[in-house]
Antibody, heavy 120, light 107 residues
């Protein structure tokens, strides 16, 4: 059974930093693209960033470029989101999601989410 | 960025009703369109990928259609467990973008 378990969410002040982790199990982690998707309280879904199988290709939404970095450790089956210069508008539930091996992109497995609150 | 517009933003329906949700892309995206269901307090769940392919384990009352800019999610006979919020998402290009969601409520 595919499992994704996020951790690392916390309450931080604006300008602070956090590192989110996503522990993957039940599949060959290193064969899939992975993404982070967030959801502000009461709002819709927003894709944050993705990374390919070996970490050589990454993408991110403009609002986090230069502040957030996605990375992965295939030996440990871990996905990370390094978050710097946090802003109020980054407050959200952050989900990791499994993406394609190749071909069509879609998120077929999601974690339960980890909550990030940015507030002074 | 490709904007995804869903309509309606909410609807009320009864068990057994046929429900249709539409999603329009701001530019042509071929069939790179996915649909997700999200229940309150839970993570989203993939229903349909590549516009019309049913994800494994998803009931056959869910179906998707469309290509280019206009897409549809149909629930042929609404069940009590289908009351949720539904999102479309384009995977044609980054940034990957979602529609604003359609909340399906009990009439």
């Amino acid at each position: 059974e595919v499992q994704l378990v996020e951790s690392g969410g916390d309450s931080v002040q604006p300008g602070g930093s956090l590192r989110l982790s996503c522990a993957a199990s039940g599949f060959i982690f290193g064969t899939h693209w992975m993404s982070w998707v967030r959801q502000a309280p009461g709002k819709g879904l927003e894709w944050v960033a993705n990374i390919n199988q070996d970490g050589s290709a990454k993408g991110a939404v403009d609002s986090v470029k230069g502040r957030f970095t996605i990375s992965r450790d295939n030996a440990k089956n871990l996905l990370y989101l390094h978050m710097n210069s946090l802003r109020d508008e980054d407050t959200a539930m952050y989900y990791c999601a499994r993406d394609k091996v190749t071909g069509d992109s879609f998120f077929d497995s999601w974690g339960q989410g980890t909550l990030v609150t940015v507030s002074s | 960025d490709i904007q995804m517009t869903q309509s309606p933003s909410s609807l009320s329906a009864s068990v057994g009703d046929r429900v249709t949700i539409t999603c329009r892309a701001s530019q042509r995206i071929s069939s790179y369109l996915n649909w997700y269901q999200q229940k309150s307090g839970k993570a989203p769940k993939l229903l349909i990928y590549a516009a019309s392919s049913l994800q494994s384990g998803v009931p056959s009352r869910f179906s998707g259609s469309g290509s280019g800019t206009d897409f549809t999610l149909t629930i042929s006979s609404l069940q009590p467990e289908d009351f949720a919020t539904y999102y479309c998402q384009q995977s044609y290009t980054t940034p990957l973008t979602f529609g604003g969601g359609t909340k399906v409520e009990i009439k």
